[in-house]
């Protein structure tokens, strides 16, 4: 497998841009995570989906970030209007419940990341 | 979830074994040790986790003491690829982590 595929690796944009981050998780996961990383509040979980239906989205900082899942193999992290402290980088991960017999041996696989600039 | 305690920052020589603690004084009965590492510009990876019991993997070991309030991580034969900032978490779900700030492990030549 090739692992989770995040796109863009990079991006640059100007304050009040739209931003839309992309992820594709391990095939055949029905879990998937989108996290924030910063140098002043570490990593830090903003939602979670299982099987495409959005969990726990209590780490959202604000109405201007959406996220989306319509289907198994593909999400979506929307920043409109961007503003310059949303420059981070953007993990995605993604596990499966399928293969373990208990929540607590579930592994999340992490994408390389989003580095986001917003000017 | 309880609260974990690591030191800041390690260093190991290249080949030694490298040993890094983590304090859980709060941990409840039902909430796993997980260890993930993050080396530069990458994303985070998983290493190894226990409930109760020391585990063992290809990466490394997991010890966790018997009353459970601290645990250590061991790479047996550290290689400068292990320099990396090692998390260790706390949690009664493997989907709801929550990353502290880390050790920052630096193997020396």
């Known amino acids: 497998d090739a692992g989770v595929i995040q796109s863009p690796r990079h991006e640059v944009t100007e304050m009040g841009q739209e931003v839309t981050l992309r992820c594709k998780p391990i095939s055949g996961h029905d879990y998937l995570f989108w996290y924030r990383q910063t140098m002043m509040r570490g990593l830090e979980l903003l939602i979670y989906?299982?099987?495409?239906?959005?969990?726990?989205d209590s780490g959202m900082p604000e109405d201007r970030f959406s996220a989306k899942m319509p289907n198994a193999s593909f999400s979506t992290l929307k920043i409109q209007p961007s503003e310059p402290r949303d420059s981070a980088v953007y993990f995605c991960?993604?596990?499966?419940?399928?293969?373990?017999?208990?929540?607590?041996?579930?592994?999340?696989?992490f994408g390389p990341g989003t580095r986001l600039l917003v000017l | 979830d309880a609260k974990t305690t690591q030191p800041p920052s390690m260093d190991c020589a290249e080949g030694r074994a490298a040993n890094l603690p983590c304090n859980h004084s709060t941990i409840s009965g039902n909430e796993y040790v997980y260890w993930y590492r993050q080396i530069h510009s990458q994303g985070p990876q998983y290493i190894i986790h226990?409930?109760?019991n020391n585990e063992t993997n290809e990466m490394a070991s997991l010890i966790i003491t018997e009353d459970r309030k601290s645990s250590t991580l061991i790479l047996p034969h550290a290689t400068l690829r292990d320099t990396a900032v090692y998390y260790c978490i706390v949690s009664g779900s493997a989907r709801q982590l929550t990353f502290g700030s880390g050790t920052q492990l630096t193997v020396l030549p």
């Open positions: 989906f299982n099987n495409n239906v959005p969990i726990d």
């Open positions: 991960a993604s596990s499966t419940s399928r293969t373990s017999g208990s929540v607590g041996w579930e592994t999340q696989y």
């Open positions: 226990g409930l109760k």
